[in-house]
C-alpha cells in the first residue's frame, strides 16, 4: 500500500453503500406499488393483458433509470 495502490478486499466492510442498495431497492419498491395503484384507480376498465403490458414497460424504465 506505500505504492498507493491498494487490494480493495483489505479494506473494511463499507455500509454506506450497501444501506444506499437497500434504500434503492425500497423505493424502487414502493413506485412499482404507487403505479400498480395509479393504474388500477385510474384506469379500472383495463384488461389484465393490458395492465400487465403497463406494468412491463414500468419496469423496463425504472432498469434504464438506475443505470
Not at 23 to 33: E, T, Y
Not at 42 to 53: A, D
Amino acid at each position: 500500500m506505500s505504492d498507493g495502490n491498494f487490494n480493495r478486499s483489505l479494506l473494511p466492510a463499507n455500509t454506506f453503500r450497501s444501506g444506499l442498495r437497500a434504500g434503492k431497492s425500497q423505493m424502487r419498491q414502493h413506485a412499482l406499488l404507487a403505479f400498480e395503484h395509479t393504474l388500477h384507480t385510474t384506469l379500472p376498465h383495463l384488461s389484465p393483458e393490458e395492465h400487465n403490458r403497463l406494468l412491463a414497460i414500468f419496469h423496463l424504465k425504472l432498469a434504464e433509470a438506475e443505470r
